[in-house]
Antibody
Framework: QVQLVESGGGVVQPGGSLRLSCAASGFTFGSFGMHWVRQAPGKGLEWVAYIPYDGSNTYYADSVKGRFTISRDNSKNTMHLQMDSLRAEDTTLYYC???????????WGHGTMVIVSS | QSALTQPASVSGSPGQSITISCTGTSSDVGFYSYVSWYQQHPGKAPKLLIYDVTKRSSGVSNRFSGSKSGNTASLTISGLQAEDEADYYCCSYVGASTWVFGGGTQLTVL
């Protein structure tokens, strides 16, 4: 069935780096744009980044621009989020989500938790 | 990219109808007809309910409906059921392949 599985979360010190992955299955991964969305514990959703189906461009929320890099490997049905210069406020649950093709996200993973703490 | 404004909480009794508002600006909600709504139960991933302001996602009950007027979008849930108790988020496309979510609304079924 259609599925997204995130991995790579963990505990990292402020200023450190972490690379998240999102493995897709059950749909033609290379035909759809993909998003990263995050949610701090007990807080709301925050859109983080988007990459089109072909990886031709990348787009970011102001809060992560210049620190995070979204990428994808369509041959491996995988998307990544490279997170550098991490801050305490980046401590959240990170979801990957499939773009529906209609400016919405119709499939979501279960998330991977990132904790930035010394 | 300021977050869209939603009421923190709404409540209703079983069988009633409730409406959750989502207020943006003329640069996001008011400009684009690309508002989506998500339902999130505790400890679960968000689920797409509505896209393109009014269109229901596959398999979503017709008790859920969306609308928009000016800079404010709305989600209406009719025939409220206990299982509808969850957090609800609106989201708007804001151009240049970027999006913004609302702060979320906690729905309590009394």
């Amino acid at each position: 069935q259609v599925q997204l599985v995130e991995s790579g979360g963990g505990v990292v010190q402020p200023g450190g780096s972490l690379r998240l992955s999102c493995a897709a299955s059950g749909f033609t991964f290379g035909s759809f744009g993909m998003h990263w969305v995050r949610q701090a514990p007990g807080k709301g959703l925050e859109w983080v980044a988007y990459i089109p189906y072909d990886g031709s461009n990348t787009y970011y929320a102001d809060s992560v621009k210049g620190r995070f890099t979204i990428s994808r490997d369509n041959s491996k049905n995988t998307m990544h989020l490279q997170m550098d210069s991490l801050r305490a406020e980046d401590t959240t649950l990170y979801y990957c989500a499939k773009d529906s093709g209609t400016y919405a996200s119709d499939i979501w993973g279960h998330g991977t938790m990132v904790i930035v703490s010394s | 990219q300021s977050a869209l404004t939603q009421p923190a909480s709404v409540s209703g009794s079983p069988g009633q109808s409730i409406t959750i508002s989502c207020t943006g600006t003329s640069s996001d909600v008011g400009f684009y007809s690309y508002v989506s709504w998500y339902q999130q139960h505790p400890g679960k991933a968000p689920k797409l309910l509505i896209y393109d302001v009014t269109k229901r996602s596959s398999g979503v009950s017709n008790r859920f409906s969306g609308s928009k007027s000016g800079n404010t979008a709305s989600l209406t849930i009719s025939g409220l059921q206990a299982e509808d108790e969850a957090d609800y988020y609106c989201c708007s496309y804001v151009g240049a392949s970027t999006w913004v979510f609302g702060g979320g609304t906690q729905l309590t079924v009394l």
